[in-house]
């Protein structure tokens, strides 16, 4: 099967590191798949993440001039990168990151993007979660498009999947039924006022639906509480990062009997337009945040760990070049990432094209060199078992040029 | 009359007590006579203007900077090193929301603030004789969102509702539009206020500072240290094309972003020092010396260089924009009548909005004069800040402690004043209508009816706060009920009360 990206990807890490690189040459049917008891967890980092800080090309001959106060130093020196290989590395936040990349259990992808190639956040966010070219067109998300096609696994029926929010993101909505379920505490509803409530709706089938699946959740968050995502209510409005406590209960509820099998999670905070900051600073602090919730999720997720895949991804990168406030502005390819004990890591895949002025998009972003629906088709088929029928036609349309990456998922 | 209750419910912020009874002779009568004039605070909250705020929270800042100055023992000559630019942007830089709940000077200085606007909000929701008027200040907050999630604007976020929008909500587009873009706290939430030039006279001071001092002798410090590089944000610039005006299909390119950035430099904040010293502290302020010269073309249109005069002549021209009318007439059409907009109303209002160069009264009469917003099915889901208003309403009662308001929307997921993103809250059911909101709903409901429930007859709160649209069921629930309390509960969470 022809897979440009890897190809690329893989001749240059037979060049840096050695034995990891070589297992990826192994043909894809060697590789069990993980299906039935995997888990998928996705993290959608609102705002558009920095990927030239967040995984810092730094040998590449032009970051360091176009990054300027906010890239991040080579490997070796104090604050430097957490080295990849001898062209990227992992921001100096990324601690617990770097400890999995290490386990051979992150795959790094940079020149990475969605197929939109204008700046808007919001149209950009849709095109990211419901798996067209096109930001309209769809009310429907990939991902629970992809529900509709899983084999039969460990979840209940309806609850196979999770958003660890009060609202359920584009995403994860369709017509396959999902939950959702936020990390403060709702102290118990009176069941009597529930039972009339649920007769006062009895006529109204919108209203039916959604508190049925209001009490089917509260039900399943009781037998699996968690005492260390319960904050006061009192937070004032610059309130700490919750994803922590986010993350926890992702994996809290994921490994109750029954559980979902699939959990979305959102970060915020990511559209560092001014004082970005760079081995420390505003975004360095943020993504200390990511790289805590992430080791938080594996902790709770105790031994299901190693059927967990982790995707985390953005709406699109920024401009190669700090502005003018010791910011970025909105760009186009920037870096993904996929982790979890079922994930055969320990690479960086990427093609990448350069921060060569002539290189760069439009005179000013990481040119994407590989589509995220390759990232998502391979994890959807290698981790969760989806058809590839299915794949190509109903959850990602149009996407017949972005092949599935393969070998993304361990034996 | 069923329409009585389409105004009141769907056009205004819910019934209080005999609300629907004065509207009753004239539904559409009630509402046109709301849209004349500016639109003040309703309530008596004393609240402090955006310049004061800045300026005490610029005073906090120092002064906790003094002492860490102080206590840490530096040198005077290290406080001197950072120059004025630096200490200037310090001032309205973000300060990260994931500190600690440790000494934050900032939002210490600021929260009284943010709370005292917040209580404002919900008193002036609570007790306006202009719920039609007040619903559409709330409309173009949203439109035009400042998120306090942003630390730097933290406090100031209402003040933008304060003071560039209840003027303007009853007036022409284009003066809303230019006041808005010029309030300080949008200024600080989009990050213009030290967008500079290439060839703006600061940039070129400094290009010729650095020069001389190349050819001056050995360097003496931060030697290695990248020097600052003087160039645009285009936040500002891309969110008024974006969401603000044009909209996202409104046919501008990225060249269109970048020029209008280069526009809008100069477009600041008074205060600062150095060079950047001038202006009212806290107040808007065009920085000269920041601003790109020259004559620059955007959408096809040159503009002469006019300083300040040649950003506010792009928006004049934004504000009349065909894409601009029929986008303004979308969010219109989509809050007040169908999540999913009916093409022919949206037609109707951005028809209205073009023929009068976007006179704000006609276009809302022209949506009054809209059928498909008088249809009887009520087909908006309330965000959590309608179902907080129409309760408050419905109870007749005005909170006094801005706790209670700031708990409320914290646990209904609608932190005030927090959309946490430009494009403002979303205006659909599908974004709030997850499972866990809804128990959220109950748990809220069932707690204000504990409070509230005293004196109060459920049946006749139906009467006065849905009317007609009470069903017999839930007059039957609210009958049965096992207490006022649990009957005030089901009242407000029934699927007449829930929408609008």
């Known amino acids: ?411 | 009359m069923i329409q009585t209750e389409i105004a009141v419910l769907r056009f205004g912020l819910g019934a209080r007590p005999g609300d629907l009874a004065a509207a009753a002779g004239d539904p559409r009568a009630w509402l046109m006579a709301q849209i004349k004039g500016a639109v003040p605070l309703a309530g008596n909250i004393p609240l402090a203007l955006s310049d004061q705020i800045f300026t005490a929270v610029l005073a906090a800042r120092e002064a906790a900077q003094e002492m860490k100055r102080e206590s840490a023992g530096q040198s005077a000559t290290a406080t001197a090193s950072a120059s004025a630019t630096a200490s200037a942007s310090a001032t309205f830089s973000v300060t990260t929301p994931a500190a600690a709940p440790a000494f934050n000077p900032v939002r210490d200085a600021y929260l009284p603030h943010y709370r005292a606007q917040v209580l404002a909000r919900a008193q002036s929701a609570a007790l306006t004789t202009r719920p039609f008027a007040e619903r559409l200040v709330h409309f173009w907050t949203n439109h035009f969102a400042v998120s306090a999630d942003k630390g730097a604007v933290f406090g100031v976020a209402g003040t933008l509702e304060n003071e560039a929008i209840r003027p303007h909500v009853a007036g022409r587009f284009v003066d809303l539009l230019i006041a808005v873009e010029q309030h300080p706290a949008m200024i600080a939430f989009l990050d213009n206020q030290y967008s500079v030039g290439k060839d703006s006279d600061l940039a070129r001071l400094a290009a010729r500072h650095e020069a001389r001092s190349r050819m001056g002798g050995p360097r003496t410090t931060a030697r290695d240290k990248p020097k600052r590089e003087f160039g645009i944000n285009e936040n500002l610039a891309r969110e008024i094309l974006e969401l603000h005006t044009l909209g996202v299909n409104g046919g501008y390119t990225q060249s269109d972003v970048t020029t209008f950035a280069q526009i809008i430099t100069g477009w600041s904040i008074g205060g600062g020092k150095g060079r950047l010293a001038g202006g009212i502290p806290g107040r808007f302020y065009f920085r000269d010396n920041l601003h790109e010269p020259g004559a620059k073309t955007l959408l096809g249109k040159t503009y002469h260089e006019d300083g300040r005069g040649q950003g506010e002549a792009v928006l004049a021209d934004l504000a009349r924009h065909p894409a601009t009318a029929r986008f303004i007439a979308t969010k219109l059409v989509r809050h007040f009548v169908a999540d999913d907009p009916p093409p022919a109303a949206v037609e109707r209002v951005a028809r209205a909005f073009l023929k009068t160069g976007g006179d704000l009264p006609q276009v809302y009469a022209a949506l009054i004069a809209s059928p498909e917003a008088w249809d009887a099915e009520m087909r908006k889901f309330k965000t959590p800040e309608d179902f907080v208003f129409s309760t408050l309403r419905a109870l007749n009662v005005s909170p006094s402690q801005p706790e209670e308001v700031v708990r409320s929307f914290d646990l209904l997921g609608q932190r005030q004043y927090t959309p946490g993103s430009p494009a403002g809250w979303p205006d659909t059911a599908k974004s709030w209508d997850g499972s866990d909101a809804l128990m959220r709903r109950v748990l809220w409901a069932s707690r204000v009816a504990g409070r509230y429930e005293q004196g109060l007859d459920p049946v006749d709160l139906a009467a006065s706060s849905v009317g007609a649209y009470a069903r017999a069921e839930t007059v039957t629930a609210l009958r049965r009920a096992s207490s006022a309390s649990q009957a005030l509960a089901l009242l407000l969470m029934s699927p007449e009360f829930q929408r609008r």
């Not at chain 1, 919108?206 to 509480?225: G, H, M, N």
């Not at chain 1, 995502?229 to 406590?245: K, N, Y």
Request: charged share 20%; net charge neutral; proline share 6%.
């Open chain 1, 1 to 411: 099967m022809h897979a440009y990206h890897v190809d690329k990807a893989r001749r240059r890490f037979l060049l840096s590191t050695g034995a990891l690189a070589a297992s990826a040459a192994l043909p894809h049917v060697l590789f069990a798949r993980t299906g039935g008891s995997a888990r998928l967890v996705v993290m959608i980092l609102r705002g558009a993440l920095d990927g030239l800080a967040a995984v810092p090309p730094y040998a590449d001959p032009n970051y360091a001039g176009l990054h300027r106060t906010l890239a991040i130093a080579a490997p070796g020196v104090a604050d430097g990168a957490l080295a990849l290989d001898n062209t990227f590395g992992l921001h100096p936040s990324f601690a617990f990151l770097y400890e999995r990349y290490l386990a051979g259990e992150l795959v790094v992808f940079h020149a990475v993007a969605s197929p939109y190639r204008d700046r808007s956040h919001f149209d950009g966010q849709n095109v990211l979660e419901n798996g067209l070219t096109k930001p309209v067109g769809s009310a429907d998300g990939w991902l629970n498009r992809a529900l509709a096609a899983l084999p039969r696994g460990t979840g209940r029926p309806g609850e196979r999947a999770v958003a660890i929010s009060q609202n359920v993101p584009l995403i994860l909505r369709g017509d396959t039924p999902v939950i959702s379920k936020s990390p403060q505490a709702t102290p118990d509803v009176d069941e009597d006022l529930l039972a009339r409530l649920a007769d006062l709706y009895s006529k109204d089938d919108w209203f039916s639906a959604r508190l049925s699946e209001a009490v089917q959740t509260e039900k399943l968050a009781d037998e699996r509480s968690t005492q260390a995502d319960a904050p006061a209510m009192t937070a004032p409005p610059a309130a700490p990062d919750r994803v922590g406590g986010v993350a926890r209960m992702a994996a809290a509820l994921m490994r109750s009997e029954g559980g979902p099998e699939v959990a979305v999670i959102e970060a915020s905070g990511w559209d560092t337009h001014a004082n970005q900051g760079g081995a420390k600073g505003a975004l360095a602090q943020r993504l200390t945040g990511l790289d805590k919730a992430l080791r938080a999720l594996k902790d709770e997720l105790g031994p299901l760990w190693q059927q967990t895949a982790v995707l985390v991804v953005t709406e699109f990168g920024r401009t190669a070049a700090v502005n003018g406030t010791q910011g970025t502005d909105h760009g186009t390819g920037g870096c993904a990432l996929l982790a979890g004990g079922a994930v055969r890591g320990g690479r960086v895949i990427a093609d990448w094209p350069g921060l060569a002025r002539t290189a760069l998009l439009d005179n000013r972003d990481l040119r994407p060199t590989l589509d995220l629906r390759s990232v998502f088709k391979a994890v959807l088929d290698e981790h969760m078992r989806v058809d590839a029928k299915t794949l190509a036609s109903r959850i990602f349309p149009d996407s017949s040029g972005a092949r599935p990456l393969q070998g993304l998922i361990r034996a």
